[in-house]
C-alpha cells in the first residue's frame, strides 16, 4: 500500500519544532489568528499557494496549515553539518541561487510525489506590501503535473516583522487565512496555468484584503 504521509522522521520533526518554537512564537508575540485551518487536507500531495513578504513566512505557513510544507532553501545551507541533515528532513531542498526556476519545479514535484505538500509563493519573491503581484506559473504547473490540488493562503502583516536598522523582530499582529481548496488543472496548456495562477493570485489578495 503506498504511503499516503510525510515519513515518520520528518513528521516527528515539524512537530517538535511547531510547538516548541513556531507556534508559541506566533500565538503569544506575534498575537497570531488563524482562520480556515480545518479546509486543509491532511495526507496526499498538495501545492501551497501564498504571499511572500518575510523570511518568516514557510515556516510560519507550514505551522498554520498544520502539515510539513516542503520549500526550496539555499545550497548554502546543505553544507552544513547537522544542519543538512535537519533541514532535509524538514522538508527543505536545495536550489542553487541564480539556477533556473525548473531545478526547484523537479525538486517540487519529487516531494509531491512522495504525497509531501510544497510550498510556492506566487510572485516568487518577496513584495514590500504582502500582495501578489505578477504571478508566476509554476505552480499551476505542479498542479497539473501531479495532480494535486492547491491551497490558497494569505499571510498578512508578515512585511512588518521586520524594519531596517532593526536586530530583531518586531512583536506586530499577524493573521494567516486559508482557502478552500483548488482542483488541478486537467491540461498544462499555457492558457490554462494562466487562468488558474491569476484565480490562486485573486483568492489570496482577496483574503489578504480582510486584514486582520
Request: charged residues 20%; hydrophobic residues 40%; positive net charge.
Amino acid at each position: 500500500m503506498p504511503r499516503t504521509r510525510e515519513p515518520f522522521a520528518s513528521l516527528l520533526l515539524y512537530h517538535l519544532f511547531k510547538w516548541s518554537v513556531v507556534s508559541p512564537g506566533l500565538h503569544f508575540y506575534f498575537r497570531g489568528r488563524i482562520y480556515g485551518a480545518e479546509q486543509v487536507p491532511r495526507e496526499g500531495p498538495l501545492v501551497v499557494v501564498s504571499n511572500h513578504a518575510s523570511d518568516f513566512d514557510p515556516p510560519l505557513l507550514s505551522s498554520c496549515v498544520g502539515r510539513p510544507v516542503a520549500y526550496m532553501a539555499k545550497e548554502e545551507l546543505f553544507q552544513i553539518p547537522v544542519l543538512k541533515q535537519a533541514i532535509a528532513l524538514y522538508g527543505a531542498y536545495p536550489v542553487k541561487r541564480g539556477a533556473p526556476d525548473r531545478s526547484a519545479l523537479r525538486a517540487a514535484t519529487s516531494f509531491l510525489e512522495q504525497n509531501w505538500a510544497a510550498g510556492v509563493f506566487l510572485t516568487g519573491t518577496r513584495t514590500p506590501d504582502g500582495r501578489v503581484t505578477d504571478p508566476k506559473l509554476g505552480a499551476a504547473w505542479l498542479a497539473a503535473k501531479t495532480q494535486a490540488p492547491l491551497l490558497p493562503v494569505s499571510l498578512w502583516g508578515t512585511q512588518n516583522i521586520y524594519r531596517k536598522g532593526s536586530a530583531l523582530p518586531r512583536s506586530v499582529p499577524l493573521t494567516i487565512r486559508i482557502g478552500q481548496v483548488i482542483a488541478p488543472p486537467q491540461t498544462s496548456d499555457r492558457e490554462t496555468l494562466e487562468a488558474l495562477t491569476q484565480q490562486c493570485a485573486d483568492v489570496i489578495n482577496a483574503l489578504h484584503a480582510l486584514g486582520r
